[in-house]
């Protein structure tokens, strides 16, 4: 059988070529309002990220986790940041060249797997951007260690979380179908559901696993917001399927 993570992969750019939402790179109007001080990211579907939550990046060391595409880390290369993005989709990575090569600043790509040991030495970053994206890894409890290992002390990791809570639905959002935690691995029925319906391999992570693995690892939390998933009916009743959280090494 195939490694969750290479059918993840190859759904990512399946996906991008679809015309996915996350993986449209940002305009060349864009990257000129960002230059002129005119910008916003997110880390969930909906909400911006506080700017206050960045500080000042000029000639700072910036990683963007799971987060190519040429969405994020043009705007961060455009405030002044040093910039290097890790991901593991062929279409996300080319995208990401495809934007710098536009626009005219460096950004090292690095298409890897974030499941595995980070390719970087100890205290390389400043600050980790991390999308929502620790819902495709089975375990994420040591990736919040590798997080931590490759900042710098007073670094800032900044995430954005699935609560698990959506995915005891069918597509509906109307039926309970599924049990938490949802690991296709271990449940056939939403291993096949998975792969019918190109969901790509997903897991359910829990505050305790999310937030608590950040403060295992070391980080000591400073900010948090709920957001929604931004469609279907969940989204409608304003029920909070996501977070973003700030921590500080």
């Keep these: 059988m195939m490694k969750y993570q290479a059918i993840n992969a190859q ?20 990257y000129v309002k ?39 880390i043009p705007i961060f290369s455009a405030l002044g940041a040093v910039c290097t993005v890790l ?3 062929t279409k996300q990575c080319e995208s990401e060249r ?30 980790i951007f991390h999308p929502v994206s620790n819902c495709y890894v089975e375990e994420v409890k040591p990736i919040f260690k590798e997080c931590f290992r490759v900042l710098k002390k007073g670094g ?14 069918d597509d509906t959002e109307r039926n309970i179908k599924y049990k938490l935690p949802f690991n296709p691995l271990k449940d056939s029925v939403a291993y096949e559901d998975s792969i019918k319906n190109d969901w790509g391999i997903a897991f359910s992570h829990t505050l305790e696993e999310q937030i608590g693995g950040q403060l295992e690892a070391g980080f000591i939390l400073t ?27």
């Design 156 to 169: 800032v990791l900044l995430c954005g979380l699935d609560n698990g809570f959506a995915y005891i639905f």
């Design 87 to 89: 991901d593991y989709s």
């Design 223 to 249: 900010h948090l917001y709920e957001d929604t998933s931004g469609e279907g009916l969940l989204h409608e009743y304003n029920v909070p399927t996501f977070l973003a959280t700030r921590a500080v090494k």
């Design 34 to 72: 960002a230059l002129n001080g005119e910008w916003n990211v997110r880390l969930t579907p909906t909400k911006y990220v506080p700017h206050a939550w960045f500080g000042d990046v000029q000639g700072k060391q910036v990683l963007g986790l799971a987060s190519g595409g040429g969405q994020q």
């Design 98 to 127: 495809r934007t710098a090569k536009r626009e005219g600043y460096q950004v090292n790509v690095i298409q890897a797997d974030m499941s595995q040991r980070l390719p970087f030495d100890d205290g390389a970053f400043d600050l």
């Design 11 to 30: 759904m990512t750019d399946a996906w991008c070529e679809a015309g996915w939402e996350w993986g449209q790179a940002i305009t060349h109007e864009e």
